[in-house]
């Protein structure tokens, strides 16, 4: 484990380990059963865990892969979701900076895909936006583009969205850019779920992932 890791380079660390670790115990024998693969990870994982092999920012995800392991077995496809996880953080490597600008292009990307985008002044309590079937993407004014200097967030910006979240997140990484998972309990906006950008995309937490991104 290394010193002074931030949120990406330890779950980068962590998923590299694990799929070569996977890679060597799969050696040239028989392709192995996607219940055994399971079972491999899963003890790999505990036992990463219990040694404390990778960095405090991932213990709860780790502990979330082994809870998904135990509750549906070959079903929580770990192989596949860590799979997924290298490729979308690979594909945003190298993508630090102009964050601002990718995101403008994100929302012009998002309406030329049938989306609707609006932007209200401020948004300090809950409100309810009427009389809009499409999928729709609702942002702060103080938020963006206030906070995009130089090209660059000087902040999180938080994105209200009522959508699909695969869709959504698809598109984010179409431009390099990653959101956090949705979220019901801190939106300001009735029936929409919060995604958060990051500066540098530096997410705090695993982000949404793309489903089948590696294939």
């Not at 010193?3 to 962590?14: T, W």
């Not at 990463?48 to 496809?77: D, E, M, P, T």
């Not at 009522?162 to 939106?187: E, N």
Request: charged content about 20%; glycine content about 6%; aromatic content about 8%.
């Amino acid at each position: 484990m290394s010193k002074a890791q931030n949120y990406n380079q330890a779950i980068i660390e962590f998923v590299d380990a694990a799929l070569t670790e996977l890679e060597q115990w799969r050696g040239d024998s028989a392709a192995k059963s996607g219940k055994a693969e399971n079972h491999f990870l899963t003890h790999w994982i505990v036992t990463a865990i219990k040694k404390q092999r990778f960095s405090n920012l991932i213990a709860k995800q780790l502990h979330a892969f082994v809870s998904q392991a135990r509750s549906k077995g070959a079903g929580a496809n770990l192989v596949a979701q860590l799979q997924d996880i290298q490729a979308q953080y690979q594909q945003v490597q190298g993508y630090e900076q102009g964050m601002g600008e990718r995101l403008t292009a994100l929302l012009e990307d998002v309406e030329a895909h049938d989306w609707e985008t609006e932007f209200e002044d401020v948004l300090d309590e809950k409100i309810m936006i009427k009389g809009i079937g499409k999928p729709i993407v609702v942002l702060c004014a103080s938020e963006y583009p206030a906070t995009i200097v130089d090209g660059e967030f000087t902040k999180p910006v938080r994105l209200f969205v009522r959508g699909d979240a695969q869709a959504f997140a698809k598109l984010a990484l179409k431009h390099k850019l990653l959101v956090s998972q949705g979220v019901k309990k801190t939106s300001l906006v009735k029936y929409h779920l919060t995604y958060t950008m990051y500066p540098q995309n530096l997410q705090p937490e695993l982000p949404e992932i793309v489903n089948g991104i590696s294939q």
